[in-house]
């Protein structure tokens, strides 16, 4: 199993002969750069259209665009994205940059907040006869009841801590179910859930004691996962950003247009008195949000794609009902976690004593032999 960081700081803490060197400051250009980045990436706002275009509206990809000049400069788009992250990851040094101290007393909280967070959107959204998302609809008979409340007791195992992994299995479960229901991108559209239910496969809800006598929450099976929990929230939340940025605006700008016609005012631009036309408005939201999304699952400097993406999630929340943040509250979390953990991923337990198990994110260093 590779070594995290903070093995490699112990050892070398241990050898008195070897001298540790910290990073200083990022050079201030670098700095400029990526703050450029990160204000110019909100130049639209992300929504998810299907959720409030009335079924007669609606409108399915049409999957010869793949080679439509709007798809290609996406992925030009994300490319450059990742180029430039790779670049300034190799600049600053530090996979994990930015560093803020505070950051790290947010850690330990983590797993509840997503628990938590999710579950609120699964409730919300069973409640309704929907399963994860309001475009996923269960019928209106027993069976769909029978799936809601099913989605009602895992979600409630994310809010308590107790059988969180069980509850997780059993999200991954119902992500099967969808495919009965729906077109398979639209199950691939909540790739997110995939994500968190595997990440709370691995980690557990956190901050939760019950008949422990205060061991930590760990099963042998979840410490084989834990150095991939990360990885598995990180890539779920990409997938879903990229096929969302598909299937609801490059793929599909009618459902983009229908859903400017019932709420104009998320057309920024007209907003703002320039002249960017509905469709323009949704190719440009589509670019952004594949952007964001390939940058998302290269996963170079994952905190600087996350600030970059706070804006453009919740600017969508003034201009729409209140299901708009309740069912964005999964990815929210997610962006959460990611801000708060960085990729290096969750020591083992043979790196990281029980003693402290969310071990502070200290820099990389260099060795002076």
């Known amino acids: 199993m590779p070594r995290t960081p903070l093995a490699r700081e112990r050892r070398t803490h241990a050898a008195p002969s070897v001298k540790r060197v910290r990073l200083g400051h990022p050079p201030i250009g670098v700095v400029a750069v990526v703050l450029s980045a990160v204000l110019a990436a909100p130049a639209v706002a992300v929504a998810h259209e299907r959720w409030f275009v009335p079924d007669a509206a609606q409108s399915t990809p049409e999957w010869d665009r793949l080679v439509s000049l709007p798809v290609i400069v996406a992925l030009a788009s994300g490319a450059a994205a990742v180029a430039l992250l790779a670049l300034l990851q190799r600049l600053v040094g530090d996979p994990l940059w930015p560093r803020p101290g505070f950051s790290q007393r947010l850690e330990p909280s983590a797993p509840a907040i997503l628990g938590v967070q999710t579950a609120i959107a699964m409730i919300f959204m069973a409640s ?15 069976v769909g009841g029978l799936v809601a409340s099913v989605a009602v007791v895992a979600a409630f195992s994310f809010i308590t801590g107790v059988l969180t992994r069980i509850g997780a299995v059993v999200t991954l479960g119902l992500l099967l179910v969808t495919l009965l229901l729906v077109p398979w991108y639209q199950t ?20 939760v004691r019950y008949d422990d006598r205060g061991k930590e929450d760990r099963t042998p099976f979840g410490d084989r996962l834990r150095p991939h929990a990360l990885t598995f929230i990180r890539i779920g939340a990409g997938i879903s950003i ?27 631009g007209r907003l703002f008195g320039l002249p ?5 408005f949704v190719y440009l939201a589509g670019v952004v949000e594949m952007t964001a999304g390939i ?56 790196a990281a004593p029980a003693a402290d198990p969310y071990p502070t994110q200290h820099p990389p260093v260099s060795v002076a032999r």
Not at 250 to 262: I, Q, S
């Open 128 to 142: 309704r006869l929907n399963l994860f998302v309001p475009n996923i609809e269960l019928p209106r008979n027993i």
């Open 188 to 207: 691939l559209e909540q790739a997110v859930f995939a994500g968190i239910a595997l990440y709370l496969l691995a980690v557990g809800r956190g901050v």
């Open 242 to 268: 990229v096929t969302l940025a598909l299937t609801e605006k490059l793929l599909d700008v009618e459902l983009g247009e229908a859903f400017l016609r019932e709420y104009p005012d998320f057309n920024l």
């Open 276 to 280: 960017v036309s509905d469709e323009l």
């Open 295 to 350: 940058a998302l699952l290269a996963g170079f400097l994952p905190r600087v794609v996350i600030l970059a993406l706070w804006i453009p999630f919740n600017l969508g929340i003034v201009f729409l009902p209140a299901q708009e943040l309740i069912g964005h509250l999964p990815i929210l979390s997610t962006m959460y976690v990611l801000l708060v953990r960085g990729t290096e991923g969750i020591p083992s337990p043979a």
